[in-house]
């Protein structure tokens, strides 16, 4: 399965390094992570090297391709904002939309709220949760 995993590149990465644990168990599932660049810890300096119309096309193109999406929002973003939009409104894929429950009050209302007959809205506790959630849906 591809899967467009999305996370902020400019706001809060607090969360990046579970994240990142969460793209390799994917990995080791056998799924593809289209967006595996995401979860270095110099993502924003690889992307600053594209102009902005490359990010977006080959953005837009990843997310044409993945059987699903994923978005971990504990660390809210436009970037992931747009991601989640374009995917319930363009495209016809499953949206998971993660984030940490202790964050609730540094994320959108729009976000967290959000419901959409092909999106689930996953709050965890933990990283075990996340993790759970990710080799049971996968």
């Known amino acids: 399965m591809k899967i467009y995993?999305?996370?902020?590149?400019?706001?809060?990465?607090?969360?990046?390094?579970?994240?990142?644990?969460l793209v390799v168990a994917l990995q080791e599932m056998g799924h593809e992570v289209l967006t595996e660049h995401l979860f270095v810890d110099n993502a924003?300096?690889?992307?600053?090297?594209?102009?902005?119309e490359a990010i977006f096309d080959r953005d837009v193109a990843w997310l044409r391709s993945a059987d699903?999406?994923?978005v971990e929002a504990s660390g809210s973003s436009f970037g992931i904002g747009f991601e989640t939009g374009f995917t319930l409104g363009a495209l016809d894929v499953p949206l998971y939309?993660?984030?940490?429950?202790?964050?609730?009050?540094?994320i959108s209302r729009m976000a967290v709220g959000l419901r959409h007959e092909r999106a689930r809205v996953v709050p965890y506790e933990n990283f075990e949760q996340a993790l759970d959630f990710i080799r049971s849906t996968f």
Do not use: C, K, M
Request: proline residues 3%.
């Open 97 to 106: 939309l993660l984030y940490d429950a202790a964050r609730f009050d540094q």
């Open 5 to 21: 995993f999305a996370t902020t590149v400019l706001g809060d990465r607090s969360r990046v390094a579970d994240a990142r644990r």
């Open 68 to 70: 699903a999406v994923i």
């Open 44 to 52: 924003f300096e690889n992307d600053s090297q594209l102009e902005p």
